[in-house]
C-alpha cells in the first residue's frame, strides 16, 4: 500500500552513537583476557544509582520491599535482547503482584559504536535512544543507563547480553545467565530465569544456579572509547556522480539489483533536503552490510553539477548518486514513476522487482523508515524471527 506523507516533520534526534563491525555477532559470554568475572553464587547484588528512561536515578535500595529481585543485561542493538522484549515484558507482568521486580541495565558504551554496530537497529544506546525505544516497544519496568562508567557492569561480571540475574529477599544470587533456552520463543523448552524465580518465591534452591551466556557482546568493555577514528576511515572512498535520464530511471525505479532499494530525490536548494541527508547517510551506513542499496538523485539542473558534487563529497555519500541528465524536472520524475509527487524531498523503499515498501514525501520522519528497512531485510538465520520483530 503507498504511504505519503504531506506533512512536513521535525528532525528527530539523531543516532547519537556512531558505525563497529560485527556488532550482531553471537558470542559466548566465557570470561577472556581482560574479562571481569561473574558474580558468585550467594553474593551480594552490587549496589547501584544509574539513570532511567523515565528521567529518575534508580538504586538497588528503591527495590528493598519485592520478594525477588531480577536485573536483566540488555541492549538496544543486539538482536537476541530485541527478541527477549516481548518475553521481559511478559515476565515482568506475570510477576509483578508476586513481589517480584524487574530492573534492566543498558551495558553498552554509545561512544564506543560505529554505526556497523547498528545494523539490526533503528536506534543507538545512549540514555536518549534508550528512551525512544522503550517508548516504541512500550517497556513499562525500569530500563536503565550504565554505559558511561560501565562499573555496575564489571561488578556484576557481564560481558554479553542478555544476562539476568536473580536475588532472594536478602538479595543473594540465587540465579544468573540466559533468560530460557533458544531465541524462538515458540521452541523453548527450559525457561530458566522464570524457573529460579519459581524456587526463590518457595522458598527452594534455583533447580540450576548458573547457565551459560549467548548473546552480544557488550560495547566499549574492552575500553574502545572513541569509534569516530574507525569510522573516518570507514567512509573514505570516492564519491560517484552520473548524469539520469529517462530510461536510466524507469531502470532504477524497476529495482533490478535483487536487493532492498532506497532512492531518496534532493535537491541542493531544498532546506529539508540538506536537513535530512546526514540521516539518510547514517541509514544507509547502519544497513548496507545487510544489503541495503542506496540511490541518491539530485533534481538539479545539469548546470549545478558542480554544487551537487560540493554537497556530496561533504556527507562522504560513497553510494551511487545521480543528477538529472536535463532540464525537464517533471518529465524525467514521470519516468521514474508517472504517480510520482512534484515535490522534493521525496523517499522511496523498494523491495527487489520494484514492489514499494515504504515511501514518504517530505521530511522524513527518519525511525519510521528505520523500521520499515528493518521490516524488510532478509531474514538472519542466527536470530530467527528478528524481521518479524519489526514487522509487528
Given at each position: 500500500m503507498l504511504i505519503f506523507r504531506f506533512l512536513m516533520r521535525s528532525q528527530l534526534a539523531r543516532v547519537s552513537s556512531l558505525l563497529v563491525v560485527a556488532a550482531a555477532a553471537v558470542v559466548v559470554a566465557a570470561c577472556g583476557d581482560g574479562d571481569p568475572p561473574r558474580l558468585?553464587?550467594?553474593?551480594a547484588a552490587p549496589d547501584f544509582s544509574l539513570p532511567g528512561v523515565d528521567g529518575k536515578v534508580h538504586s538497588l535500595g528503591e527495590y528493598a520491599g519485592s520478594r525477588v529481585l531480577a536485573v536483566v543485561f540488555t541492549g538496544n542493538s543486539c538482536p537476541a535482547s530485541q527478541l527477549y522484549e516481548a518475553r521481559l515484558r511478559k515476565l515482568a507482568a506475570d510477576y509483578r503482584d508476586r513481589g517480584v521486580t524487574l530492573v534492566a541495565v543498558n551495558p553498552n558504551r554509545p561512544a564506543a559504536l560505529q554505526l556497523h554496530d547498528l545494523s539490526f537497529s533503528d536506534v543507538?544506546?545512549?540514555l536518549d535512544d534508550m528512551k525512544t525505544r522503550a517508548a516504541h516497544r512500550q517497556?513499562?519496568?525500569?530500563?536503565?543507563?550504565?554505559?558511561?562508567?560501565?562499573?555496575?557492569?564489571?561488578a556484576f561480571g557481564v560481558v554479553s547480553t542478555p544476562h539476568i540475574f536473580v536475588f532472594d529477599r536478602d538479595r543473594k544470587l540465587q540465579y544468573e545467565g540466559r533468560i530460557d533456552d533458544n531465541l524462538r520463543e515458540d521452541a523453548v523448552q527450559s525457561p530458566d530465569a522464570r524457573n529460579g524465580i519459581d524456587a526463590v518465591l518457595a522458598g527452594k534452591p534455583a533447580p540450576v544456579t548458573r547457565t551459560r551466556v549467548s548473546g552480544c557482546r557488550v560495547k566499549g568493555l574492552d575500553g574502545a572509547a572513541n569509534a569516530s577514528q574507525a569510522q573516518a576511515e570507514a567512509d573514505k572512498g570516492d564519491v560517484p556522480l552520473t548524469m539520469a535520464g529517462a530510461e536510466d530511471l524507469k531502470k532504477l525505479r524497476q529495482n533490478g539489483t535483487g536487493k532492498l532499494l532506497l532512492v531518496n530525490f534532493w535537491a541542493t536548494w531544498c532546506a529539508p533536503c540538506a536537513r535530512?541527508?546526514?540521516?539518510?547517510?547514517a541509514t544507509y551506513r547502519m544497513y548496507r552490510s545487510r544489503t541495503l542499496e542506496f540511490v541518491s538523485v539530485s533534481v538539479n539542473d545539469p548546470e549545478e553539477r558542480a554544487a551537487v558534487v560540493k554537497f556530496l563529497q561533504e556527507h562522504r555519500a560513497t553510494h551511487d548518486n545521480r543528477l538529472f541528465a536535463t532540464s525537464d524536472v517533471y518529465g524525467l520524475q514521470a519516468a521514474f514513476d508517472p504517480d510520482m509527487p512534484a515535490p522534493v524531498p521525496y523517499t522511496v523503499l523498494l523491495g527487489p522487482g520494484g514492489e514499494v515498501r515504504y515511501q514518504e514525501l517530505g521530511e522524513l520522519d527518519t525511525m519510521k523508515l528505520r523500521r520499515a528497512i528493518l521490516a524488510n531485510l532478509p531474514e538472519d538465520p542466527q536470530f530467527p524471527g528478528h524481521r518479524a520483530y519489526w514487522t509487528h
Open positions: 558468585a553464587q550467594g553474593a543507538g544506546e545512549s517497556i513499562s519496568y525500569p530500563y536503565l543507563s550504565d554505559g558511561e562508567a560501565q562499573a555496575v557492569t564489571r535530512e541527508f546526514p540521516d539518510l547517510e
